[in-house]
């Protein structure tokens, strides 16, 4: 039978733990399979947050939503994703509307430019807010309700997967565990942490193991960690989730 896979515990874990109508973050969006999954959960009345420093994994995510839309199939979270054109450059940089949701902000690799689309994008939350920036930056980017409301914040690190991809932009120690404590402070008490991690590829092994020290030196008061690893797979993904108290 086999035991869950890690992306699928991740997704049991928030799942046991978001409601209808709450705020959660997918801190990588990448091809928007954990963004969709959070829509469907927090339904129309909540809010989700996406965030990438690649404009090609916001689009991928917001085509992902439309595609669903356009096959009938996708009302995410009540509210239906319209189809339309791709955001262009500009528009990303000019916080467009794309298809019932939003590209917001500007960055480079691992860094936010901030200014006004940050404000921009804090000001007036939608359901759906993709946000072209770090995730290490991710408070800048929610409106002042949701910081300290957050129910779930979900990281698929590593690089953004598929044909065509640049597999040298990576997530990096530094801006991962910065954006672990950033999400830490956003969450609301009993709120959820998951971060899958993938040691097997270059660079992947030195921030699993930097997130996993983070997590063991997590003081008791602030939250609880636990680990969801195949032991005999040294080079297989796992997952860290973290429950703050």
């Not at 086999?2 to 874990?13: E, H, I, K, P, T």
């Not at 947050?49 to 096959?71: K, P």
């Not at 590829?201 to 195949?230: D, I, K, N």
């Amino acid at each position: 039978m086999g035991f869950l896979s890690v992306l699928g515990m991740a997704q049991r874990l928030v799942k046991e733990r978001v409601a209808p109508g709450g705020v959660v973050i997918d801190a990588t969006c990448g091809n928007g399979v954990d963004t969709q999954f959070l829509a469907e959960l927090v339904g129309p009345r909540g809010r989700v947050y996406a965030f990438d420093i690649q404009v090609d994994a916001l689009e991928r995510t917001r085509a992902r939503l439309a595609a669903l839309a356009d096959a009938g199939a996708s009302r995410i979270g009540g509210t239906t994703v319209q189809a339309g054109q791709a955001a262009t450059a500009a528009e990303t940089n000019n916080s467009a509307a794309v298809n019932g949701s939003r590209i917001d902000g500007s960055a480079g690799r691992d860094a936010v430019s901030g200014g006004n689309s940050a404000r921009q994008a804090a000001a007036a939350p939608g359901p759906l807010r993709l946000v072209h920036a770090s995730h290490a930056e991710m408070d800048k980017h929610l409106a002042a309700e949701d910081r300290g409301a957050v129910a779930a914040v979900m990281f698929n690190l590593g690089y953004l997967p598929g044909a065509n991809t640049d597999q040298a932009v990576i997530t990096e120690p530094a801006s991962t565990l910065a954006a672990l404590e950033n999400a830490l402070t956003l969450l609301r008490p009993g709120g959820l942490i998951t971060a899958v991690l993938y040691p097997g590829h270059p660079g992947g092994f030195e921030e699993a193991e930097a997130v996993a020290g983070w997590a063991s030196s997590l003081p008791q008061p602030t939250g609880q960690a636990m680990l969801y690893r195949m032991v005999q797979k040294a080079e297989a993904p796992y997952l860290i989730a973290i429950e703050k108290k």
